[in-house]
């Protein structure tokens, strides 16, 4: 487990359908594990179909696991430094944004 601020925190990796239903939930793993870590020792990949899209935050960053599987993970477009969001950055950021389900 990871110790912060005097607690212990742990991580799971859920997985929820566009209609919010869970789809997927790893066991608790110590909170200091990577995410592309609990992906491979979850086994999640194995309920990854070929040409599978997976909605993730920013900093999910599974890409080169699920290229393995053809398949791949949409995330919003990042947004840089003193610069806004061009025309088609906000329209795929919409695009997600009303997919995506926030799990914390």
Known sequence: M???DSRYTAKILAGVTPNGAFSYTSDAYGGRISDPQ???VSRWLDTIEELDQIL???GF???DQLAERNASVVVP???FVNKGFNNDDNK???????L???VE
């Open 61 to 63: 960053l599974i890409n």
């Open 92 to 98: 795929e950021t919409s695009k997600v944004a009303n």
């Open 77 to 79: 477009p990042k947004k």
């Open 38 to 40: 609990i992906v491979r």
């Open 2 to 4: 990871c110790i912060r």
């Open 100 to 102: 995506r389900i926030h």
């Open 56 to 58: 993730a935050d920013k």
